[in-house]
């Protein structure tokens, strides 16, 4: 017994988990899982795609998931931040990702983890998250004082800038994305339209491996499976060439 409770405290740094934090709201309370990095030199936060409201505070996952998960075990990784949602944002109809209230919650949180770390602030949004992240920048005329660049990924087919930005983005899309949602000539759109609006830096970078299965809308390539490596590759790289 004395030799397996030795054990089990030898093990016990191995077992960390998220700090699940909530920040404070007008219209509620926000929900966020933040991984912190040993000498890290920026935050991603995570704007998640699907519906947005994945209860992340009663799982406490030890590490992110997704392409993160392989981003959060590289040595320069930043930290990490999942932004939740308590209410559906919605699957096929968006709508909820463009009202004031969802937001002033990414604005919210953003201004949280920058006086909580004092580090740059990235964004980074999959498919529908990629709605997201052109809302708040559509709506938010200060962006570039809040963040310090955007990862448009897999991005939803309906993702649209309608306004002037300086700020580093990079558009993330696996070449042959089967998702119909979230087509690759879609994000070359994307691309080409905010590139016409950015004073700064914007690129388009293709995922190549990995292979498809289950629903193309919730696996397989539109979620980089068997390429997170790449994915994560590309992300790491776009922050690390962007942090001042």
Avoid: C
Avoid at 87 to 111: A, C, D, F, Q
Wanted: charged letters at 20%.
């Amino acid at each position: 017994m004395k030799i397996l409770l030795m054990l089990l405290i030898g093990m016990a740094p191995l077992f960390s988990f998220a700090e699940i934090i909530t920040i404070p709201a007008d219209s509620d309370e926000i929900q966020t899982a933040y991984w912190p990095k040993e000498k890290s030199k920026a935050v991603l936060i995570f704007v998640p795609g699907g519906d947005g409201s994945f209860n992340i505070a009663s799982k406490n996952p030890p590490k992110p998931n997704w392409i993160l998960s392989t981003l959060y075990d590289s040595p320069i990784s930043p930290d990490i931040v999942f932004l939740d949602s308590k209410v559906s944002l919605g699957w096929n109809t968006v709508g909820p990702r463009y009202t004031k209230e969802h937001i002033k919650n990414i604005v919210e949180v953003i201004k949280f983890y920058k006086d909580k770390t004092k580090k740059p602030i990235f964004l980074i949004g999959h498919s529908n998250g990629a709605i997201s992240l052109a809302s708040f920048l559509n709506k938010v005329p200060n962006s570039g004082e809040l963040i310090n660049g955007v990862i448009f990924s897999g991005s939803r087919n309906e993702t649209e800038l309608d306004v002037k930005i300086a700020l580093p983005v990079l558009i993330m899309v696996h070449e042959n994305d089967p998702n119909h949602w979230t087509r690759p000539d879609s994000s070359q759109r994307i691309y080409a339209d905010i590139a016409k609006l950015n004073a700064k830096k914007t690129e388009l970078m293709y995922v190549h491996g990995g292979y498809d299965e289950g629903r193309p809308e919730t696996s397989g390539r539109h979620m980089y499976a068997g390429s997170y490596d790449e994915a994560s590759a590309i992300v790491s790289q776009f922050i690390m060439a962007n942090v001042k």
